[in-house]
Every structure is written in structure tokens, then in C-alpha cells.
């Protein structure tokens, strides 16, 4: 698929492509896509963004392109370039932006220039070590561009080398040399949302070339790029900007020169569905960043009694930069999560309560019909329910809530699993059921995970095991009581609600057939109006009775809708099923306790990462249904059916 755009000459601005639901600030792929070590963040020397309010979780750019570009094209293309990030800044304007760019000659580098021009920062993955990468330089100039660039960049590394390849055989092998470059390659697709492309269009069969980066990014990376990545699971995917690049090496350049097209992934129904898709993405990002960026100063307190849940303070200021960053970031989605999760509960304890007090007014006025201010009451009591369900709509607080949770128990899982030592992205193994609308959680977890995998620290299993293992472990243990005793009191309240409707309506039946046919001889009196006719007199008797009747009519009727209420009140919360859940996650955290424990009595670090490991697959995997639980379970006004 498709989407030709105007070319730049003709035309200043891109129109709307869309994007994969992803972010930047740092993440891994797989294990063979992790940086090997790295420099760790460096001040910006580019412009500044000089957008206001923007929020942590960027929408990664990545490049690919010639490294012969012709001298008298790079000026437009500086332009056509220049105008992607620029409209991208203009769409999403609570995101900052990061070029993701290897700075080899030529495409990299002038992309690189026009990002940092843009405000966006510089992250910089060197296919080899920076020696290594310098002999493809083909000048002194060459080589001064590429540190001066290093410099301005906030975070650089060096890939894993692949393929059991080793540093003197890259530099006198090209084949080994190339599946460094696709190695690369396959790291800025696996880790951007868009990637430009400045290429002439022509297909190449060669490793590590513009056309085989394309595709990576339109077909998905081979699962030799991505070995951690289930066979099974769908390809990352996303947009490639294409502008049309002359090259030096090939002069008989045919089509129109700095032409955007964007070029979609398949699998769509149309080229506009693809991009609707991929601009939904960007849209969750903008929206997380407004909101983070907009967290009031009164927040800070929540902030860090959120940090203190997942490490006390006194560790946390110990840890590396980039775990700090992580906890960081960790807290406000946590804190974001609670203010949507209270807006939730509000809203549907309004909605509920709402709809019971509408059936009162509605049972009340068929017992009283002459009764005009129970008939306002009756018509107008819905109208507050459709009111407050549509600012819940408008604010989206339900999804809010669920993505939130779900993106800060995802960084809880990668602290852990980085302070255990192990090299594993959470990304590649959370939300797998719940793909497409909830991409942008995995790709903002792997984003924010790139820091962190350039930085080497020593496992610390007590750690891992005291404040995470053992407290999560107690927390569910606490959580399956708590569900489960709610569960019983909501089912207790209801059994208790139609039991007195049942006791009522035979009391009902007895006053009003059984009683008035014994007491045929009184004039057709009922027991409470034949006791209460020697006190009050008839007339009055009588409509204390009608009186009574009616309330025990209204009872009736009330009483069991009190108890659908509260019954789908309880279901909408899946008190029920979180109870379950909470019971496995109390026991697998019981179990992975016990044999952490054993084996690091018995000295075996191996069996305490695969231990960890799994246990964090399949915390993700709770956290994953927990989800999927709730959003099959969204805030809507309480009907019949």
C-alpha cells in the first residue's frame, strides 16, 4: 500500500500519514537487537523543542537511506525531511520527537542535522565499534561530521556483534561488515514508529541496503534480527516515508526528484484504513503526553509514594540513571492510572445509583399517578445518567484507566528483570492478545528501555526477590481475600433483597386477598384496616390501607432492581474473576518465592533468571487478561439485557 504525496517543491507541508502505535525513549527488541554497551545520555547541543508542555514518551523517527547523495539534491531534501518532523510536531503537539540515526554518510547524517535543527534529540545505534565504523569514512571532513554529530547526540551505542562474527573479521570481511548493517537496520525499524527513507526506489538484493531497511519495516524483521519474537506473532510494522532520491552511482535517475509517497504495511482493507490505524497510535502517545505534562505540582507527593510501592527511597537514589528514569516514569503512569481508576468508579457509582433512583421514581408514580411532580421526576431522572456517561465518554477515563495500569506494570516487570540482570524486553512478551489498540504500550515500554539496556549492572537477586517477588506475592495475598470477600457481601446483599421481596409479596397476597376474604363480615376490610377502624374511623382506616398497599407494591418492585443494581455493579467490576486470578498470581508468586530461594541458597544465578523470567511472562500475561477483563466491561449507562 501506499500514499503519493506531493512532492516538497510543489508543496510545504506533508498531509497526514499515520503511525505505529509506538514511542522512544528507549527500548530493545530482542536480545540480538540489544545494545552492547553505551555512553550513556550527553547534554543536546541542537535547538531546543520549542513546543510547551511536552510530556516524556516521544515519537521515534528513523532513517534510512543513500550514502552517495548527490551535492545539488541535499538542500531540498534537507527540506523534504525538515517538513515530515515539522508536521509531526504540528499534529502532535504534546510530543517531543527523536531521530533514531547510525550517522553513516550521506541519508543518516542529513537527517540527523535536520532533527537536531528541529529541536527533536539524537539517539545514535553504531552497528560496530565507533573505531570500526570510522574506516567507512571516506575523508577527514567525513570523520570530523561523524564525531561533531556523536557529540550532539543524548545517547550512543554499539550493537551486539551477530552471527558469531568477531571484531577483526568485520574489519576484512564485507559479508560480515553488511550483517552489521542489517543488523542495524533491523534495530531502528524494531524501534521507530516512522522511518524515512531517502532512496531512488530501486530494488537491491544487498545486506544491509535501503531497500532491504524498507522492508523490514513494511514486511517485518526476520526473526534472525528477532530471535526473542514468537514465530507465531505478528510483525512490528509501520509507515516509510519514501522521498525520491537521486544517487551519484546511478545517473540515469528516472521519476520525480524529493517525491513523498508513504508507504503502508498490508494487511488493511485500504490504504486510508491503514493509515487511520497507524494515526490512532500516535494520537494514545499525545494524549499519555498532554496528560503526564499536565500533572499539577500537588501530584509530586503521589509521584513518590508510588516510586516507594515498587523500591524504598533509600534504594531508588542508588540505582543507575536510566533505572531512575524508568521508576520515573513507572510512577506518573501509576499515578495517571489511580486518577482515571477514581473518575471510573465515580462515574459508575453514579450511573448505578442514578438508574436505581430513576426505577423509584418511575414505580413510585405508577402507584400515584395523579402525582404531576412524580411524573417530572419520573420523566427527568434518566437525563443526569446520559449526562455524566458522556463526559465519562469524552474523557475516556475507562481506557485511560486500563492502558495506564497496563503501562505501569509493565515498567514495574522491566526495573525488575533489568535489576536481575536480565537482558529481556517485557515489550516482546506483554498485551500478545491484545495487539493493534494496544501497541503503543509495548512500544512506549521498549522505548523507555533503551537507556537502560546500555547500562551493565550487577544482578542484585535479594533485591529483586525482597521487593518484588515477596511483595507481590503478599499482595495478591491480600487482594484474593479482599475480592473474594466482596464478592460475598454484594452476593449476600442481593440473596437478602429478594428474600424480602418474596417475604413481601406474601404479605401482600395475605392483606389483600387472603384477609379480606376472611374478613368478608367487616365490609371488605383489610387486617391492617379492620385493627386500625376502632382507632381512626373508616374512611381514614381505609387509606392508611390503600396507603400501605402501595408501599408494599413499591417495595416489591424496588427491591429487586436494588438487587440487579448492585449485582451488575458487581459484575461490571469483575469482582468475581479478579478473585481467581488474584488467588493463581498468589499462588505462582508463593511458588517462584520458594524456589528463588533454593536457588540462590544453592549458588545457581542461572536458575534464579529463568525463575524470575517466567515469573515475570506470566505476571504480564495476568496483568494482559486483567485488561482484557476490564475493557470487555467499559463505563455505559444500565440497561435491560
Known sequence: MSEIIDSPKDQTTVPTPAAVASTLNGSTAASALAPSRGEGARSLHGSADSRRNLGTLPLVVAITGHRDICPEDVESLEKAVGDILLKLQRDYPSTPLTMLSPLAE?????????????????????????????????????????????????????????????????????????????HVGAYIVQH??????????????????????????????PNKFDASESPLDPKKTGPVYHIMT?????????????????????????????????????????????????????????????????????IAKKLPKPQQEML??????????????????????????????????????????????????AMLSPLPMYLIHRRASKGDYHAKHLDYRALAEGLRIQIFWHMAGLREPVAKHYLRKQRSELDWIRD???????????????????????????????????ASVRNQEKVEVYEKWVRNLFTWTAVLTVVLVAEVLLMRHLLSDSGHL????????????????????????????????????????????????????????????????????????????????????????????????????????????????????
Request: hydrophobic share 40%; net charge negative.
Open 328 to 377: 520515573d516514569n513507572y510512577a506518573v503512569a501509576d499515578v495517571l492510572a489511580q486518577y482515571f481508576q477514581s473518575d471510573t468508579l465515580r462515574t459508575l457509582r453514579w450511573l448505578f445509583g442514578l438508574a436505581f433512583v430513576s426505577l423509584f421514581w418511575f414505580v413510585l408514580y405508577g402507584e400515584r399517578r395523579a402525582n404531576l411532580l412524580l411524573l417530572a421526576l
Open 192 to 221: 521507530c514508529q516512522v522511518l524515512i527513507a531517502l532512496w531512488d526506489g530501486v530494488g537491491s538484493s544487498a545486506e544491509g541496503g535501503t531497500a532491504e531497511i524498507v522492508k523490514f519495516m513494511t514486511d517485518g524483521i
Open 106 to 182: 550521506g541519508a543518516d547524517r542529513l537527517a540527523a542535522r535536520v532533527a537536531l535543527k528541529c529541536g527533536a534529540r539524537l539517539i545514535v545505534p553504531l552497528p560496530m565499534p565507533r573505531e570500526d565504523y570510522l574506516q567507512d569514512c571516506q575523508t577527514d571532513e567525513s570523520r570530523a561530521e561523524f564525531v561533531e554529530l556523536l557529540e550532539q547526540a543524548e545517547l550512543h551505542f554499539e550493537l551486539h556483534l551477530v552471527h558469531g562474527t568477531t571484531e577483526s573479521a568485520i574489519k576484512s570481511d564485507n559479508t560480515e561488515r553488511a550483517h552489521q548493517y542489517a
Open 246 to 314: 537521486p544517487r551519484l552511482c546511478r545517473p540515469d535517475f528516472e521519476g520525480e526528484k524529493y517525491k513523498l509517497e508513504v508507504l503502508y504495511p498490508g494487511g488493511y482493507s485500504s490504504t486510508a484504513a491503514a493509515a487511520e490505524a497507524f494515526e490512532q497510535s500516535r494520537h494514545h502517545i499525545d494524549n499519555y503526553n498532554r496528560e503526564t505534562a499536565l500533572l499539577s505540582a500537588d501530584k509530586n507527593d503521589d509521584l513518590e509514594r508510588s516510586k516507594g510501592y515498587v523500591l524504598p527511597p533509600e
Open 526 to 641: 383489610t387486617l391492617l384496616e379492620h385493627a386500625l377502624v376502632n382507632v381512626i374511623g373508616d374512611h381514614q382506616a381505609h387509606a392508611v390501607g390503600e396507603l400501605f398497599r402501595d408501599l408494599l407494591m413499591v417495595v416489591i418492585v424496588v427491591f429487586p432492581g436494588a438487587a440487579a443494581t448492585l449485582d451488575g455493579y458487581s459484575e461490571k467490576l469483575a469482582f468475581a474473576e479478579q478473585a481467581k486470578q488474584y488467588q493463581r498470581m498468589r499462588d505462582l508468586f508463593e511458588g517462584a518465592a520458594n524456589q528463588l530461594t533454593q536457588s540462590l541458597q544453592e549458588g545457581s544465578h542461572d536458575q534464579a533468571h529463568r525463575v524470575i523470567q517466567e515469573l515475570g511472562e506470566e505476571a504480564l500475561a495476568e496483568n494482559g487478561d486483567w485488561v482484557l477483563i476490564h475493557r470487555e466491561r467499559d463505563v455505559e449507562v444500565p440497561h435491560a439485557g
Open 444 to 478: 512506549a515500554i521498549s522505548t523507555w528501555n533503551i537507556p537502560m539496556e546500555s547500562v551493565h549492572s550487577k544482578p542484585e537477586f535479594e533485591m529483586v526477590q525482597k521487593h518484588w517477588v515477596d511483595d507481590q506475592r503478599n499482595y495478591f495475598r491480600k
